[in-house]
């Protein structure tokens, strides 16, 4: 998506702007990554955001975000106001700006259907799967 971005830098910037109501940020970050490259990900988004570098995905990154060999990355330096509505404002007005109480039940319900799906997508069992593991965890609660 970076790569793609950074061909029009100039109407990426412009859609980011026009849709700053609209977006949260975030990233394909997976329970089996680890920290570091969770980190370098997340980092990498915020310098595509943040400013007008142009850079390359580390050597070292996880495959999900490429590799250096296939494309530049142009950074599209959003103003500071539309940066601070994609990185919190937008995520603060579609669930509020303090945590409510987590629904046990229903997040264990939650839990097994995803356990059941993943199942269903792959030769591993619900009770298996992250979902399916999750949904044990909070049981334990």
């Given at each position: 998506m970076l790569y793609n971005f950074s061909k029009g830098p100039e109407a990426s910037r412009?859609?980011?702007?026009?849709?700053?109501?609209?977006i949260l940020f975030g990233t394909d970050i997976i329970s089996e990554q680890?920290?570091?490259?969770?980190?370098?990900?997340?980092?990498m988004v915020k310098r595509f955001l943040q400013?007008?570098?142009t850079f390359t995905v580390r050597p070292k990154a996880d495959s999900l975000l490429g590799t250096p060999e296939e494309g530049i990355?142009?950074?599209?330096?959003?103003?500071?106001?539309?940066?601070?509505k994609i990185?919190?404002?937008n995520f603060e007005n579609l669930v509020g700006k303090h945590p409510k109480p987590?629904?046990?039940e229903l997040a264990i319900k939650q839990c097994?259907?995803?356990?059941?799906?993943?199942?269903?997508?792959?030769?591993?069992?619900?009770?298996?799967?992250?979902?399916?593991?999750?949904?044990?965890?909070?049981?334990?609660?």
């Amino acid at each position: 998506m970076l790569y793609n971005f950074s061909k029009g830098p100039e109407a990426s910037r412009d859609f980011f702007c026009a849709y700053q109501d609209r977006i949260l940020f975030g990233t394909d970050i997976i329970s089996e990554q680890t920290i570091e490259k969770a980190s370098s990900r997340a980092r990498m988004v915020k310098r595509f955001l943040q400013t007008s570098d142009t850079f390359t995905v580390r050597p070292k990154a996880d495959s999900l975000l490429g590799t250096p060999e296939e494309g530049i990355i142009q950074g599209i330096a959003l103003p500071e106001e539309v940066l601070a509505k994609i990185f919190y404002q937008n995520f603060e007005n579609l669930v509020g700006k303090h945590p409510k109480p987590l629904n046990l039940e229903l997040a264990i319900k939650q839990c097994e259907d995803l356990a059941n799906i993943a199942s269903q997508m792959s030769a591993v069992s619900p009770e298996e799967t992250q979902a399916g593991l999750a949904a044990k965890g909070l049981r334990e609660i």
